[in-house]
């Protein structure tokens, strides 16, 4: 399958750690990449390829691998982590990019 | 200053067509492959289409296979959707983004702020 599939949403306490993950078949070949989506704005990179940051995400952003599951960290989440949370990854045959449904997080 | 710069979204009726441009400026263009993405009112992000650097590869999701086209100027940084046979279910924020690669890593790393696309009768 070329799905990727994200827990629709998550919450997390202002300052703690959370993690969101992706599950796929094509995450076992391909490193997924991570994009932060607020209301009404275009997506942003925040990780991609095995724990890269973009110039400008904060390091509290971690991202890991393990099989066919990608998991993006916020360690110490902050108001404006609140966001919609999407992963990606290259697929194959009639799916060669895909994202996951995304997740939306909320900091309590 | 990186701007992707999406242009050419309105309000069409269905079977009709529009052309969507993505104008780039800031970053390097022609060394890159570049996507639309769209996303529906109200739901997530949809992989639409890609084409390659110098415009030699194109491929596209099943949905829209058949009916869209993309294309690309490298002497105008400017990347293009024409969209047609539109139907309701095309209605979306259209984005264009670049990407990065290197074997088995992709991303996007820029992206327009957006087209909004309607088709209604």
């Known amino acids: 399958s070329s799905e990727l599939t994200q827990d629709p949403a998550v919450s997390v306490a202002l300052g703690q750690t959370v993690r969101i993950t992706c599950q796929g078949d094509s995450l076992s070949n391909f490193y997924a990449s991570w994009y932060q989506q607020k209301p009404g704005q275009a997506p942003v990179l925040v990780i991609y390829?095995?724990?890269k940051r973009p110039s400008g995400i904060p390091d509290r952003f971690s991202g890991s691998s393990s099989g066919n599951t990608a998991s993006l960290t916020i360690t110490g989440a902050q108001a404006e982590d609140e966001a919609d949370y999407y992963c990606?990854?290259?697929?194959?045959?009639?799916?060669?990019?895909?994202f996951g449904g995304g997740t939306k997080l909320t900091v309590l | 200053q990186v701007q992707l710069v999406e242009s050419g979204g309105g309000v069409v009726q269905p079977g009709r067509s529009l052309r969507l441009s993505c104008a780039v400026s800031?970053?390097?263009?022609?060394?890159?492959?570049m996507h639309w993405v769209r996303q529906a009112p109200g739901k997530g992000l949809e992989w639409v289409t890609v084409?390659?650097?110098?415009?030699?590869?194109?491929v596209y999701a099943d949905s829209v296979k058949g009916r869209f086209t993309i294309a690309r100027d490298n002497s105008r940084n400017t990347l293009y959707l024409q969209m047609n046979s539109l139907r309701l279910d095309d209605t979306a924020v259209y984005y264009c983004?670049?990407?990065?690669?290197?074997?088995?890593?992709?991303?996007?790393?820029?992206w327009g702020q957006g087209a909004l696309v309607t088709v209604s009768s």
């Open positions: 983004a670049r990407e990065v690669s290197v074997t088995t890593e992709s991303a996007f790393d820029y």
């Open positions: 800031g970053i390097t263009f022609s060394s890159y492959a």
């Open positions: 390829g095995e724990n």
């Open positions: 990606n990854c290259r697929g194959s045959g009639s799916h060669p990019w895909v």
């Open positions: 084409i390659s650097y110098d415009g030699s590869g194109k």
